[in-house]
């Protein structure tokens, strides 16, 4: 990155673009650098190396703001004053004088997979689809797909700091298809993180192999699930579909500053059960939504939404914080230079009660226990949540019972995380790439074994 900026009077761009005025001005300065492979009937369909280097430039004068990128150097003059031509508020005279922020690194990396041959990877996805293949003669397409990137980014903001990050990640994913007559199902396995190759060591491909199989063969061989009102437990296995979907989104400031959250005009009050407690924690090391600095070049940051049910704060960026009057949580971020900061979840929490999980599932006579959750989509304004359920159970006497399928929850976010009580002290993490504006982010969810004492089963 070093070599990449050397040469670039980030001073001087800063103050160019704000020759018209502007509260402030940003350069957004990323380097990338990845491997991507697919491999799917039998063979390696995708091997793809990857290096990109590029530079956003935002100035930003109340709630609106101008932005412009390129990938030549050559051009910032150019798109200092692109973004200046934008805004037209009396001349910025003041000197710009940048501070580096102190390092701070959010990956935990043994192995650099830049260090490791492609021969390698490609034995780590051969095993992988090899295992899949042999599990049953009803496997019709298996699909493993391996990814890691070494993304460098610098930001600069004429408030007078700059920022440097280092964001190393993996991620490895099993999809497996079953058929019988006229039944599909799939099965399908993510692991990663801000993490170095050994994960997959730690994780053996042929493991997250079978746990994609598995889950799928369960299924396809599985009763249809029943529907009606009855309780369900998520397991903490579950992934943090939940949280993400039923109140994350809806805590996002963008959203909630203008109205479109059903948690908007909240702060201070109850908006879930005195069980329930909500953090956004962008500083776990490890995790795949952790950076040391988001994307404006704020402090990553634990941030409490809601303790014992009490919303207390919402996911604020730059200009969101300063429009709506909320402190500045660090959760701005971006795709790429491509594209200008919204606010967006990191990792995202339903913090551990006190609860034995066993003695949880004890409390259902009949119900459903929802091992793995699959997609799921949420109206922000109303808080109505669709949920999909990848691996399901009947509850029967208080244990785990015969598989279901076909299986969704459909609730109200509010409503449901205001009746759940029973809050297990377990703690399970999901992974993925939230999608938003266009926009996708990695994150991960976590969430205990909870008990919904009533949901409707679609």
Same mark, same amino acid.
């Given at each position: 990155?070093?070599?990449? $900026?050397?040469?670039?009077?980030?001073?001087?761009?800063?103050?160019?673009?704000?020759?018209?005025?502007?509260? &402030?001005?940003?350069?957004? $300065?990323?380097?990338?650098?990845?491997?991507?492979?697919?491999? %799917?009937?039998?063979?390696?369909?995708?091997?793809?190396?990857?290096?990109?280097?590029?530079?956003?430039?935002?100035?930003?004068?109340?709630?609106?703001?101008?932005?412009?990128?390129?990938?030549?150097?050559?051009?910032?003059?150019?798109?200092?004053?692109?973004?200046?031509?934008?805004?037209?508020?009396?001349?910025?005279?003041?000197?710009?004088?940048?501070?580096?922020?102190?390092?701070?690194?959010?990956?935990?990396?043994?192995?650099?997979?830049?260090? +490791?041959?492609?021969?390698?990877?490609?034995?780590?996805?051969?095993?992988?689809?090899?295992?899949?293949?042999?599990?049953?003669? !009803?496997?019709?397409?298996?699909?493993?797909?391996?990814?890691?990137?070494?993304?460098? +980014?610098? $930001?600069?903001?004429?408030?007078?700091?700059?920022?440097?990050?280092?964001?190393?990640?993996?991620? &490895?994913?099993?999809?497996?298809?079953?058929?019988?007559?006229?039944?599909?199902?799939?099965?399908?396995?993510?692991?990663?993180?801000?993490?170095?190759?050994?994960?997959?060591?730690?994780?053996?491909?042929?493991?997250?192999?079978?746990?994609?199989?598995?889950?799928?063969?369960?299924?396809?061989?599985?009763?249809?699930?029943?529907?009606?009102?009855?309780? #369900? +437990?998520? !397991? !903490?296995?579950?992934?943090?579909?939940?949280?993400?979907?039923?109140?994350g989104h809806g805590?996002?400031?963008?959203?909630?500053?203008?109205?479109?959250?059903?948690?908007? @005009?909240? $702060?201070?009050?109850? #908006?879930?059960?005195?069980?329930?407690?909500? #953090?956004?924690?962008?500083?776990?090391?490890?995790?795949?939504?952790?950076?040391?600095?988001?994307?404006?070049?704020?402090?990553?940051?634990?941030?409490?939404?809601v303790d014992k049910?009490?919303?207390?704060?919402?996911?604020?960026?730059?200009?969101?914080?300063?429009?709506?009057?909320?402190?500045?949580?660090?959760?701005?971020?971006?795709?790429?230079?491509?594209?200008?900061?919204?606010?967006?979840?990191?990792?995202?929490?339903?913090?551990?009660?006190?609860?034995?999980?066993?003695?949880?599932?004890?409390? +259902?006579?009949? @119900?459903?226990?929802?091992?793995?959750?699959?997609?799921?989509q949420v109206n922000?304004?109303?808080?109505? &949540?669709?949920?999909?359920?990848?691996?399901?159970?009947?509850?029967?006497?208080?244990?785990?019972? %015969?598989?279901?399928?076909?299986?969704?929850?459909?609730?109200?976010?509010?409503?449901?995380?205001? !009746?759940? %009580?029973?809050?297990?002290?377990?703690?399970?993490? /999901?992974? /993925?790439?939230?999608?938003?504006?266009?926009?996708?982010?990695?994150?991960?969810?976590?969430?205990?074994?909870?008990?919904?004492?009533?949901?409707?089963? @679609?």
């Amino acid at each position: 990155m070093e070599a990449g $900026i050397r040469g670039i009077n980030l001073e001087r761009l800063l103050k160019k673009a704000l020759v018209h005025g502007g509260d &402030f001005s940003e350069l957004y $300065i990323e380097h990338k650098k990845g491997t991507s492979i697919v491999s %799917e009937a039998h063979k390696i369909e995708k091997f793809i190396a990857t290096e990109e280097f590029g530079v956003g430039l935002r100035v930003v004068i109340g709630e609106r703001s101008a932005y412009a990128y390129t990938n030549d150097l050559s051009t910032l003059d150019d798109l200092a004053a692109t973004v200046a031509s934008a805004i037209r508020s009396g001349r910025f005279t003041a000197d710009i004088s940048l501070e580096t922020r102190p390092r701070r690194s959010m990956v935990c990396a043994g192995t650099d997979p830049r260090l +490791v041959d492609s021969e390698k990877k490609i034995e780590m996805i051969t095993r992988a689809e090899k295992t899949a293949w042999a599990q049953d003669a !009803s496997v019709v397409q298996v699909k493993v797909m391996y990814g890691d990137g070494s993304r460098q +980014v610098v $930001i600069a903001n004429s408030n007078g700091f700059i920022a440097e990050d280092n964001r190393d990640s993996i991620i &490895f994913v099993v999809q497996g298809v079953v058929a019988k007559d006229s039944l599909m199902e799939t099965g399908y396995e993510p692991v990663g993180g801000a993490r170095g190759f050994e994960l997959l060591e730690k994780d053996p491909p042929e493991q997250i192999a079978l746990r994609a199989l598995s889950r799928a063969l369960r299924t396809l061989h599985a009763r249809r699930a029943p529907g009606g009102t009855m309780p #369900v +437990v998520l !397991s !903490s296995e579950a992934g943090g579909t939940m949280v993400h979907e039923a109140i994350g989104h809806g805590l996002e400031a963008d959203l909630a500053g203008e109205g479109l959250s059903v948690y908007s @005009g909240q $702060i201070g009050k109850q #908006v879930a059960s005195p069980a329930i407690t909500v #953090v956004d924690d962008g500083t776990i090391a490890g995790l795949r939504g952790s950076m040391g600095y988001d994307d404006e070049g704020n402090p990553t940051a634990r941030t409490l939404l809601v303790d014992k049910g009490i919303l207390k704060a919402y996911m604020t960026d730059l200009i969101t914080s300063a429009k709506f009057d909320l402190p500045l949580s660090g959760n701005g971020r971006r795709e790429s230079y491509r594209h200008r900061p919204i606010p967006r979840m990191t990792n995202t929490l339903i913090l551990p009660g006190t609860m034995d999980p066993a003695e949880i599932l004890a409390k +259902v006579d009949r @119900g459903i226990f929802v091992k793995k959750m699959g997609g799921g989509q949420v109206n922000t304004v109303n808080g109505d &949540f669709v949920f999909n359920v990848a691996e399901g159970y009947l509850i029967e006497h208080g244990a785990v019972g %015969e598989p279901i399928r076909g299986a969704t929850l459909i609730g109200n976010g509010p409503k449901i995380l205001s !009746s759940i %009580e029973c809050v297990g002290s377990d703690l399970g993490y /999901g992974i /993925g790439t939230c999608g938003k504006d266009g926009q996708g982010a990695p994150v991960a969810d976590a969430q205990p074994t909870l008990l919904i004492p009533e949901i409707t089963i @679609g």
